[in-house]
């Protein structure tokens, strides 16, 4: 699977963004985005399930962050409303061939990833 990752930019504390990921190749079972901070470590922000598009959300993006697929397209989204300046990340779109409820949420079990691309939220 490859993934190829665009959307980032510059945007007011409170706007929006939306985040793609077009994926080619084989189809991965789960598709996740996870974001890096300066100075932090990698973390989990949403993923969601190819073929029943069930979504998974960490606790601090819930209500503002949107998961979705476009299987036609194969092509998963990140709608990014509300944004805060702690959102500001390099944002990582990774798929992998097997889901598992239990290690969604972990970096390491997704097999492919794509390159960042960078959000930075202005307050």
């Known amino acids: 699977v490859q993934l190829q990752a665009s959307g980032g930019g510059l945007v007011q504390s409170g706007g929006s963004l939306r985040l793609s990921c077009a994926a080619s190749?084989?189809?991965?079972?789960?598709y996740g985005w996870f974001r890096q901070a300066p100075g932090k470590e990698r973390e989990f922000v949403a993923a969601?399930?190819?073929?029943?598009?069930?979504?998974y959300y960490t606790d601090s993006v819930k209500g503002r962050f949107t998961i979705s697929r476009d299987n036609a397209k194969n092509t998963v989204y990140l709608q990014m409303s509300n944004l805060k300046p702690e959102d500001t990340a390099v944002y990582y779109c990774?798929?992998?061939?097997?889901?598992?409820?239990?290690?969604?949420?972990?970096?390491?079990?997704?097999?492919?990833w794509g390159h960042g691309t960078l959000v930075t939220v202005s307050s």
């Open positions: 990774a798929a992998r061939s097997q889901h598992n409820y239990w290690t969604v949420r972990i970096s390491s079990a997704y097999d492919y």
């Open positions: 190749g084989r189809t991965g079972s789960t």
């Open positions: 969601v399930t190819w073929s029943a598009g069930t979504t």
